[in-house]
T-cell receptor, first 119, second 113 residues
Framework: GAVVSQHPSRVICKSGTSVKIECRSL??????MFWYRQFPKKSLMLMAT?????????EQGVEKDKFLINHASLTLSTLTVTSAHPEDSSFYIC???????????????FGPGTRLTVL | GNSVTQMEGPVTLSEEAFLTINCTYT??????LFWYVQYPGEGLQLLLK?????DKGSNKGFEATYRKETTSFHLEKGSVQVSDSAVYFC????????????FGAGTRLAVHP
């Protein structure tokens, strides 16, 4: 089946630094990728939709200058948390939609997530 | 707005017990409904889905029926196994927009031998 990887799986950084998280579709092309944030015992919250070759679409309340998204190719999207603060500590999950799947929502494939801890 | 509410966990069961995880939703229009499962250390996987009222989704012994009258999509399995231990997420696809999934908080299931 389709596989989505994320790197790193876990990262610890100092407050004020920037952290980049990669999301890759390994055996399919993804024109659309989604970035979610998950707080402990909370829902996955959609942060933004990343479209290959165009600007990301951010959900209300998500700071686009803080969470930079780049979808430069059909297999890679990156999320950069800029000037990270302890409140940015969370579990970040990406998903990718198969380019060939058309309008089928269930063809989103999820990555294993990245645990970010900001000290 | 659209939302999903599912029962809080953890749910702890013995092997071969009957499982129910409740899920209710609030949505305008006619959303599609999903159950995703997240095994330890892995990403979310689609478990089953239903796209219209009275549809029943099923997979790996799990079932859920789309009940429009009660706005529910409860997950059931007749006999759970230790390997079913995971976190289960109920989700809906909001109509309009760009295939946006809205998730419940997740319910952790622990099955003991």
């Amino acid at each position: 089946g389709a596989v989505v990887s994320q790197h790193p799986s876990r990262v610890i950084c100092k407050s004020g630094t920037s952290v980049k998280i990669e999301c890759r579709s390994l055996d399919f092309q993804a024109t659309t990728m989604f970035w979610y944030r998950q707080f402990p015992k909370k829902s996955l919250m959609l942060m933004a939709t990343s479209n290959e070759g165009s600007k990301a679409t951010y959900e209300q309340g998500v700071e686009k200058d803080k969470f930079l998204i780049n979808h430069a190719s059909l297999t890679l999207s990156t999320l950069t948390v800029t000037s990270a603060h302890p409140e940015d500590s969370s579990f970040y999950i990406c998903s990718a939609r198969d380019r060939l799947a058309g309008g089928n929502t269930d063809t989103q494939y999820f990555g294993p997530g990245t645990r970010l801890t900001v000290l | 707005g659209n939302s999903v509410t599912q029962m809080e966990g953890p749910v702890t069961l013995s092997e071969e017990a009957f499982l129910t995880i409740n899920c209710t939703y609030t949505a305008t229009g006619y959303p599609s409904l999903f159950w995703y499962v997240q095994y330890p250390g892995e990403g979310l996987q689609l478990l089953l889905k239903a796209t219209k009222a009275d549809d029943k989704g099923s997979n790996k012994g799990f079932e859920a029926t789309y009940r429009k009258e009660t706005t529910s999509f409860h997950l059931e399995k007749g006999s759970v196994q230790v390997s079913d231990s995971a976190v289960y997420f109920c989700a809906l696809h909001s109509s309009g927009g760009y295939n946006k999934l809205i998730f419940g908080a997740g319910t952790r299931l622990a099955v003991h031998p």
